[in-house]
């Protein structure tokens, strides 16, 4: 079953994105990691599928299907660093309100990692997937790809490459069929997660 083509999300449409975000990133290695007590996941993930979608729809792209089934969050060239009035506009700096003591170290530490990461194999101007999520109904049907397609080819045509971070194995693998590359990979400390750096060079435009 394939989903149609990606369009642009709406502002109109912010409620259900963030549902659809936060029931794709409920049981996702990084939330289990930020929110160590189960019971508090859910909340964790409103608030962190809520924040990735409004930093996008401020400050980069998020496409979707005509149906919501998923969400890529993009930051495009020049927009690529997180800066604390950004991060702090779109909800991220009020983690203290939804995570433990634990988990706000965790989420501190993650967070160094992936920015110092992020400027050693991404220093020039690039496309950087902030947040791709399909809602867990839906996946395994070829969205999570069709909702990459329209800015690899853009970048593609501007001659930039791609970079992301992911924390699975499996995540990596379907990275991998899109072109992408590991360029590092570290376990977080205390835990079993690995934060996995992934770039993208920009494809020839004709084969």
């Given at each position: 079953?394939q989903?149609?083509?990606?369009?642009r999300?709406?502002?109109?449409?912010?409620?259900?994105?963030?549902?659809?975000?936060?029931?794709?990133?409920?049981?996702?290695?990084?939330?289990?990691?930020?929110?160590?007590?189960?019971?508090?996941?859910?909340?964790?993930a409103?608030w962190?599928?809520?924040?990735?979608?409004?930093?996008?729809?401020?400050?980069?792209?998020?496409?979707?299907?005509?149906?919501l089934?998923?969400?890529?969050?993009?930051?495009?060239?020049?927009?690529?660093?997180?800066?604390?009035?950004?991060?702090?506009?779109?909800?991220?700096?009020?983690?203290?309100?939804?995570?433990?003591?634990?988990?706000?170290?965790?989420?501190?530490?993650?967070?160094?990692?992936m920015?110092?990461?992020?400027?050693?194999?991404?220093?020039?101007?690039?496309?950087y997937?902030?947040?791709?999520?399909?809602?867990?109904?839906?996946?395994?049907?070829?969205?999570?790809?069709?909702?990459?397609?329209?800015?690899?080819?853009?970048?593609?045509?501007?001659?930039?490459?791609?970079?992301?971070?992911t924390?699975?194995?499996?995540?990596?693998?379907?990275y991998?069929?899109?072109?992408?590359q590991?360029?590092?990979q570290?376990?977080?400390?205390?835990?079993?997660?690995?934060?996995?750096?992934?770039l993208?060079?920009?494809?020839?435009?004709?084969?």
């Amino acid at each position: 079953m394939q989903s149609s083509a990606p369009v642009r999300l709406s502002c109109n449409d912010y409620d259900e994105a963030a549902r659809v975000v936060t029931v794709a990133f409920m049981n996702y290695a990084y939330m289990k990691y930020i929110a160590t007590q189960p019971h508090h996941r859910a909340r964790v993930a409103k608030w962190f599928g809520a924040s990735s979608i409004r930093y996008g729809l401020r400050y980069g792209r998020v496409d979707t299907t005509v149906d919501l089934k998923g969400m890529a969050v993009w930051l495009p060239p020049g927009q690529t660093d997180l800066t604390a009035w950004r991060l702090l506009r779109s909800g991220y700096l009020s983690a203290p309100l939804h995570v433990t003591l634990q988990g706000l170290v965790r989420f501190i530490q993650s967070s160094l990692h992936m920015e110092h990461a992020h400027q050693r194999f991404a220093p020039g101007r690039h496309w950087y997937l902030f947040a791709l999520a399909v809602d867990p109904q839906y996946q395994g049907q070829g969205i999570g790809g069709q909702l990459l397609q329209p800015v690899l080819a853009l970048a593609d045509a501007e001659r930039v490459p791609c970079y992301l971070e992911t924390q699975t194995e499996r995540n990596t693998r379907f990275y991998q069929r899109h072109g992408f590359q590991i360029m590092s990979q570290a376990l977080m400390p205390g835990s079993d997660m690995t934060i996995y750096a992934m770039l993208r060079a920009p494809r020839p435009l004709f084969a």
